[in-house]
């Protein structure tokens, strides 16, 4: 198994806030690798500094063994990390196609958009209907849908998913990472971070517990899933 992501003793802070202290973990190519952790734990730390939208005060994060910390967010993108951020964000005042068209920006021109419209359309049926419709009234989880969409656009080597099951119907969590799991099947390589731990292990070749912006646990899915600690602080008991 190959390293795609290595992050590496990193540690942000807000201030005097220690957000993120001395975390390491891998990403595999290929792999669905969770990271679970309570509200305030540091997760969409850890996501925001990938994408390089927050600096750290120490540690390496490599991407394709390439130190991505000194590039800017456009070359992180171009260079392979797209992200689906929390709260889904999509554009309103935007179709859902213009929205998905947004997700090219990077790629430069000589792109045929049709086919890439093709492509993400054949995964997200439910966006083809859509596609001529403000998105900013679709529901929840097809916002959801569009913004996986349009990071898919991207055609990034690595996906990272920051809560994609927040605020989302029970029907619509398992629509999602049925989803996610498909698009791993695809062969796309997945990091998510998720207060949500049954469906985000369920999931998962590997996942990691974040507590007070440390690594305090890691294992496969199934192993944190039928650990008692994990069970005990994030699957009630
Ligand atoms: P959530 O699930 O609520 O998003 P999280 O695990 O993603 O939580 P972070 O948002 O990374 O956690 O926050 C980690 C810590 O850093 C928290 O104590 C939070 O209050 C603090 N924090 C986050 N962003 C900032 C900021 N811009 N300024 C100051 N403190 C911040």
Redesign the pocket.
């Known amino acids: 198994m190959s390293a795609l992501l290595t992050v590496e003793n990193l540690n942000v802070s807000?201030?005097a806030?220690k957000?993120?202290q001395d975390v390491n973990f891998v990403v595999n190519n290929n792999e669905i690798v969770s990271l679970i952790?309570?509200?305030?734990?540091?997760?969409?730390?850890?996501l925001r500094t990938i994408s390089g939208l927050e600096k750290p005060t120490k540690g390496r994060i490599l991407f394709e063994n390439q130190n991505i910390l000194t590039m800017n967010s456009e070359r992180i993108v171009s260079s392979g990390v797209a992200q689906v951020p929390?709260g889904r964000r999509v554009f309103s005042g935007m179709t859902v196609q213009e929205n998905l068209q947004l997700g090219t920006f990077t790629r430069g021109k000589g792109i045929n958009l049709k086919d890439e419209y093709t492509l993400i359309y054949d995964q997200f049926p439910i966006l083809k209907e859509r596609r001529n419709q403000d998105a900013a009234t679709l529901s929840g989880g097809e916002q959801q849908m569009l913004a996986m969409g349009r990071a898919l656009m991207a055609k990034p080597k690595l996906l990272l998913l920051d809560?994609p099951s927040m605020g989302l119907a029970p029907l619509f969590i398992e629509k999602v990472f049925d989803i996610i799991k498909n698009v791993n099947a695809q062969g796309m390589t997945v990091l998510i971070?998720e207060?949500n731990a049954n469906q985000a292990l369920k999931i998962a070749d590997r996942g990691y517990v974040?507590e007070s912006?440390k690594i305090t646990m890691t294992g496969t899915g199934a192993e944190l899933l039928a650990s008692d600690d994990v069970r005990k602080a994030y699957l009630g008991g």
């Not at 952790?37 to 730390?45: D, F, I, R, Y």
């Open positions: 807000y201030g806030i957000a993120v952790g309570a509200n305030g734990a540091g997760k969409t730390t850890i929390e809560e971070i207060q974040l912006g």
